[in-house]
């Protein structure tokens, strides 16, 4: 009888990668009654050149083709596919191989894509981002210490007018920015052409009474064409950032936008809402890290990346993964977490810290990340007992204790709106 499948034939623990193979990291569970083996076939198969059962003829081009299973080591499992697979340039199709129909498969009980070294040979079909962080440094004007940003809170709700006053008192309190959240597009409470000219008056105000450089992350997601033509309005208005929500609108609009804002000197601030639908659940999906670093390849300058002591779920070792991928430019290997990626000319990209935070837990943020990122403290800043304003200059006050090298209780001595914060808070970590 002839045989009915060909599974391990894409298993091969004796293969040695090419220079230009990708690799992936997986970890994965068999199904009841599968050997590891077994249910490593099927990834390989299933996300290249194979199918559920052996065929009569093939050209000769498609073992060259076929991805490899090639090391296993309890749960984890390693597969490098050929270059000749992908497109270049084309994030989707990468991802509609190595993370597509494998996690809907009965070959395997959980399955969790957990990195992948992408050969430089594919990272220069992709422009990666415009600026790099020395650059938005630049651009900001701010040398050494965090950049800040807050969150207009509640993050929906207000009319465009009374969210610009509270950005304005966001920025007299020393922040850099003031953010959209992922659900405030265009609503009829607050529309985004009138949001972005209120907020374009102020900001003029702001600065010129702070002598500060001010910006903001409009958040433009919406239908690309859309999008593209809300970039082209921030950008008529003298602004520098737009925000995407970069998983529900998808990579390719990611790209596309990529391209338009980079013709506008336009940055991207990546909003990752929806991300914990698949990067949540430790054995199934997909990781933080991997979407962080696609994010990168497409080009965007600033992306969520968790707090690790805030309201958001993600351990320390997770969160400095993630910000590895971001601000390396050799990743090194984490066991587990990581693989190597060398990334050539791509510039780095700031982990954006947001989720719970206040004034108390700055030190424990910055020790984490140290100085290269965007905090993002929003009601944290919002809830402060003497508002906004002083929610900020407690904020900045923190970052300079941190930076002084005193404790948050030295500095509370002389900043009053500190001291405030640390009345209310103290150091609470919100769940």
């Known amino acids: 009888m002839a045989k009915i499948d ?20 997986f970890y994965f569970e068999p199904p009841a009654g599968m050997s590891k083996k077994e249910s490593a076939g ?40 050929p270059k000749g697979l992908w497109e270049d340039g084309n994030m989707a199709q990468l991802l509609s191989g190595i993370a597509g129909n494998i996690f809907g498969m009965k070959g395997v009980k959980n399955l969790r894509l957990i990195d992948a070294t992408l050969p430089l040979n594919y990272i220069k079909g992709f422009k990666g981002p415009l600026y790099g962080m020395s650059g938005i440094r630049k651009l900001m004007g701010v040398k050494k210490r965090p950049l800040t940003g807050a969150v207009v809170k509640p993050k929906i709700g207000f009319s465009a007018k009374e969210h610009a006053q509270i950005g304005y008192e966001t920025w007299m309190g020393g922040f850099d920015f003031v953010k959209d959240d992922e659900n405030l597009t ?15 008056k102020l900001r003029d105000k702001a600065e010129k009474l702070t002598g500060e450089k001010k910006s ?18 921030v950008a ?8 995407i929500d970069v998983v529900v609108t998808g990579t390719s609009a990611v790209q596309t936008l990529r391209d338009y804002c980079g013709d506008l000197g336009l940055a991207i601030h990546a909003h990752r809402a929806m991300h914990a639908s698949f990067d949540r659940n430790p054995k199934h999906g997909m990781t933080m890290q991997f979407l962080a670093k696609i994010m990168r390849v497409i080009g965007v300058n600033n992306i969520h990346t968790g707090t690790a002591v805030g309201k958001l779920v993600g351990t320390k070792s997770e969160v400095t ?14 066991k587990n977490l990581l693989l190597e990626q060398d990334w050539g ?17 700055v030190p424990d943020v910055m020790k984490i990340y140290g100085n290269e990122l965007v905090l ?29 090298g005193i404790s948050l209780k030295e500095k509370a001595k002389t900043g009053k709106e500190l001291r405030e914060a640390l009345g209310k808070w103290g150091h609470h970590r919100p769940r």
């Not at 903001?216 to 309005?233: C, D, G, L, P």
């Not at 008529?236 to 925000?243: L, R, S, T, V």
């Open 42 to 81: 099927r990834i390989a198969s299933e996300s290249s050149t194979g199918t559920w059962t052996t065929l009569t003829k093939l050209p000769l081009r498609m073992k060259g083709l076929q991805a490899t299973a090639f090391h296993m080591n309890g749960n984890y499992l390693k597969v490098a596919y």
């Open 236 to 243: 008529d208005a003298g602004w520098d950032y737009i925000m």
């Open 186 to 200: 265009s609503q009829k409470f607050n529309r985004f052409e009138e949001r972005v000219k209120i907020m374009t």
């Open 345 to 361: 000319n791509t510039k780095t990209v700031f982990p954006a810290s947001s989720g719970g935070l206040h004034p108390g837990l």
């Open 216 to 233: 903001a992350f409009f958040n433009i997601t919406a239908e690309t064409e859309e999008m593209k033509r809300r970039a082209k309005i």
């Open 321 to 334: 993964a993630i910000a590895d991928v971001l601000r390396e430019k050799k990743t090194k290997a984490k």
């Open 6 to 25: 060909w599974y391990d034939k894409f298993v091969d623990f004796s293969y040695k990668p090419a220079k230009d193979d990708i690799i992936v990291l």
């Open 376 to 404: 993002l403290v929003s009601g944290g800043i919002h809830g402060h007992p003497k508002g906004t304003r002083a929610g900020a200059a407690a904020t900045m006050q923190a970052i300079a204790a941190v930076m002084e």
